[in-house]
Structures are given as C-alpha cells and as structure tokens.
Antibody, heavy 123, light 108 residues
Framework: QVTLKESGPGILQPSQTLSLTCTFS??????????VGWIRQPSGKGLEWLAN???????YYNPSLKNRLTISKDTSNNQAFLKITNVDTADTATYYC???????????????WGQGVMVTVSS | EIVLTQSPVSITASQGEKVTITCRAS???????LHWYQQKAGSYPKLLIY???ILASGFPDSFSGSGSDTSYTLTISCMQDEVAASYYC?????????FGSGTKLEIK
C-alpha cells in the first residue's frame, strides 16, 4: 500500500526558505525507476508541477522556479524534501508530494498523492 | 513549455446528462503522455485516466477519455452527484510537466 504525507512549517515570512518533507511508504527510492514529485496549488487555483527526484538522484525542476528550488531525498528513511528559497506571498499554496508511475516506461503521471500541506507566506 | 487549455472553465450539468471536457495542447503530444485527474473540494487530486484512455482503479466506466495530437477529451456519460469535482488534464510529454487550468463540474 503506497502512502505519502507532506509536512511543513504552516506559516513563514517573506524572504525565508520553505522546507517541506514528504514521508512515504509502500515503495523505495532505492528501487530502479521510482521517484517522487512535488506539485502545488494556490487556494482556488490550478496545479503547478515543481520538481521530481528519481531513484538515481536525477532531478528535474520547473524552470519558472528553478533557481529557487532544491529537491533531495533520504532513501534510508523514505523521505523526499523540497526547499524553496526567498518565498513571497505568491508561494502561498497547498503543497503535494506524489509518486510518478513507473512500470518499465515513464509516462510521467502521478498515481499516488499525499493529502497536501498548506503553507502560508505572510508578514 | 506545453500549455494545456481546458474548456469549459466550469459547467453545470443535470443528473444523467452527458458531459464533455476538452484539453487542447499548444504542441503535439503523444497520447501516451496525456492524463486526467479528478479533485473534489478539499481533497487531493486523484488519477482518473492515464495515457489518454485508460481508466484508473476505482473509477466507474461512466468516465472515458480519447484524443490525439493536440486535442483530448474527457467524457462523463451520465452526470451524477459523485462526479461533481474539478478535472485537470496533465501532459508528461516534455518538461516542465504541465497541467490544464481545470474544469469545475457542478450538478444542477
């Protein structure tokens, strides 16, 4: 059974660094083909893909935020992390982590999602 | 970046009515890389249809998907209370992965 759960600070101030953790079970980032992605959604708005990290530590970022994003993983503890530097109010959103499906071929969709963690950037 | 444009932005349908949502891509996409999600209010998105037409586990066959190239369609054959939600298309053809802006489906 695959599960993912996000955790984060809840609220932070502009210019700070947002640190998010995704704790997952039911799969391992040491397994060939596995990955974790981060997607966010401002309240009442659409979904925006942020980054993916793969079993081999390959990383992909959305270029619209690339300079501010860092994705990483802790394979032994089944966790993935996302840091966003220099946040502002536009980064206020619900942040989801999700698993990209892999069956030997990548089609780049997310088959399991966490419940999401709400992050508010406010002074 | 491939931009996905969904239409309509919102739709209200009666019980039993057929609903069609369109997703148009700014560039051609292989049908293997176009996917749909359902998101109910206050919940996370759930994979609904992948690779254009394959129904994800747990969803009824009242949902179907089709399309090719730059035009894709999600069809709900019979509107019911439980399908009231927002629907998003997503492309995995090229990075960055992108989502459509969503279609909110409400029941009349």
């Amino acid at each position: 059974q695959v599960t993912l759960k996000e955790s984060g600070p809840g609220i932070l101030q502009p210019s700070q660094t947002l640190s998010l953790t995704c704790t997952f079970s039911g799969f391992s980032l040491s397994t060939y083909g596995m990955g974790v992605g981060w997607i966010r959604q401002p309240s009442g708005k659409g979904l925006e893909w942020l980054a993916n990290i793969w079993w081999d530590d390959d990383k992909y970022y959305n270029p619209s935020l690339k300079n501010r994003l860092t994705i990483s993983k802790d394979t032994s503890n089944n966790q993935a992390f996302l840091k966003i530097t220099n946040v502002d109010t536009a980064d206020t959103a619900t942040y989801y982590c999700a698993r990209p499906y892999y069956d030997g071929t990548y089609y780049y969709y997310f088959d399991y999602w966490g419940q999401g963690v709400m992050v508010t950037v406010s002074s | 970046e491939i931009v996905l444009t969904q239409s309509p932005v919102s739709i209200t349908a009666s019980q039993g009515e057929k609903v069609t949502i369109t997703c148009r891509a700014s560039s051609s996409i292989s049908s293997n890389y176009l996917h749909w999600y359902q998101q109910k209010a206050g919940s996370y998105p759930k994979l609904l249809i992948y690779r254009t037409s394959i129904l994800a586990s747990g969803f009824p066959d009242s949902f179907s998907g089709s399309g090719s190239d730059t035009s894709y369609t999600l069809t709900i054959s019979c509107m019911q209370d439980e399908v009231a939600a927002s629907y998003y298309c997503q492309q995995g053809s090229s990075s960055p992965l992108t989502f459509g802006s969503g279609t909110k489906l409400e029941i009349k």
